[in-house]
């Protein structure tokens, strides 16, 4: 089964298992805000709602390679 592109680069699943994705709106009219409110672009929040998550792990199977922080991955 193919892995959808987009949604993979998207979305990370993190250590416990949560689908976590970055807020939205990150480069449009970003010269205007704050360095504080443009710092708030980058955290991660998490996926809410059943059907989301749901259409989510459809379209990327694979999610499990696609962890949030892959440095703390041992290579083998």
């Given at each position: 089964m193919k892995t959808h592109k987009a949604?993979?680069?998207?979305f990370?699943?993190?250590?416990?298992?949560?689908?976590?994705?970055t807020?939205?709106?990150?480069?449009?009219?970003?010269?205007?805000?704050?360095s504080r409110t443009a710092?708030?672009?980058s955290e991660m929040i998490p996926v809410k709602g059943k059907g989301f998550i749901k259409r989510i792990r459809r379209l990327a199977p694979y999610m499990h390679k696609y962890r949030a922080n892959p440095s703390t991955h041992t290579a083998k």
């Open positions: 949604t993979a680069k998207r990370r699943l993190t250590g416990s298992g949560k689908l976590v994705r807020k939205g709106g990150k480069s449009h009219l970003r010269r205007r805000t704050s710092a708030l672009f």
